[in-house]
């Protein structure tokens, strides 16, 4: 493909799976790429957002960081899905519990992503835009938890553009709607997959809940995923 490699990925035309995992953490795909895939291969590592392709029990799947925020991750789902031919991208992320439901470790399975993000309106749409995940992956991953042994949570996540917001009631409000999660790029992704006629889905695992002041340490958040990490391969 002519656009490819791009400005923010080295990969060239083949070097991509179709189904793509996308942490937010660089490191976690590295993590992921070590610990699951074999026969693995580096594909980027330019602005060191390591990008991996290897074989998870027979199948070819990619692994790559998408960063922090909605804009971040909607340059690299963009350029997946629509310059290197990706069909599928799973975020597998870390969000913060807003439900009373909702605990650590818990996994969340963004059906819908809530948004502060003014990320809709570069397509001029005559409404306000809902961002859903595609149901096939989300049905095959329910699935695919409850064969695990996973108990999982299924709904409206909250996409935000801010991590230190300036408006302390903000969660409340959108925890009296039933919003069970709240994290920062799962609207771009579902966007960029609409306007590409692709798919995706967002797994999520609580690592802290900003109500009860439970919490992960980083440390945890990098490499203690391990089930939602065996939900997103295990549907690769």
């Given at each position: 493909m002519s656009n490819v490699p791009t400005p923010h990925n080295g990969a060239k035309e083949g070097e991509i799976a179709k189904t793509v995992l996308m942490p937010g953490d660089p490191l976690r795909a590295k993590f992921i790429a070590e610990t699951y895939l074999t026969d693995t291969v580096c594909f980027n590592t330019v602005r060191n957002m390591l990008g991996y392709t290897g074989t998870y029990k027979g199948k070819r799947v990619s692994v790559m960081g998408g960063g922090?925020?909605?804009?971040?991750?909607?340059?690299?789902?963009?350029?997946?899905?629509?310059?290197?031919?990706?069909?599928?991208i799973i975020r597998i992320g870390s969000a913060g519990g807003i439900a009373d439901s909702v605990h650590v470790r818990d996994v969340v399975v963004g059906m819908g992503a809530c948004t502060d993000s003014n990320y809709a309106s570069q397509y001029h749409l005559?409404?306000?835009?809902?961002?859903?995940?595609?149901?096939?992956?989300?049905?095959?991953?329910?699935?695919?938890?409850?064969?695990?042994?996973?108990?999982?949570?299924v709904g409206n996540v909250l996409s935000s553009d801010v991590f230190y917001g300036d408006d302390e009631n903000a969660l409340a409000s959108w925890?009296?709607?039933?919003?069970?999660?709240?994290?920062?790029?799962?609207?771009?992704?579902?966007?960029?997959a609409a306007r590409a006629n692709k798919n995706a889905l967002c797994l999520l695992t609580i690592s802290d809940c900003p109500f009860t002041g439970e919490s992960l340490s980083a440390q945890e958040r990098q490499t203690g995923f391990t089930q939602m990490m065996e939900i997103a391969l295990d549907i690769a």
């Open positions: 922090m925020g909605m804009p971040s991750v909607g340059i690299y789902t963009y350029e997946l899905f629509n310059f290197y031919g990706v069909e599928n005559p409404g306000t835009f809902a961002p859903i995940a595609s149901y096939d992956l989300l049905r095959r991953a329910v699935t695919s938890a409850e064969k695990l042994g996973v108990h999982t949570m925890k009296k709607m039933g919003v069970l999660a709240v994290e920062m790029e799962a609207a771009a992704l579902y966007m960029n």
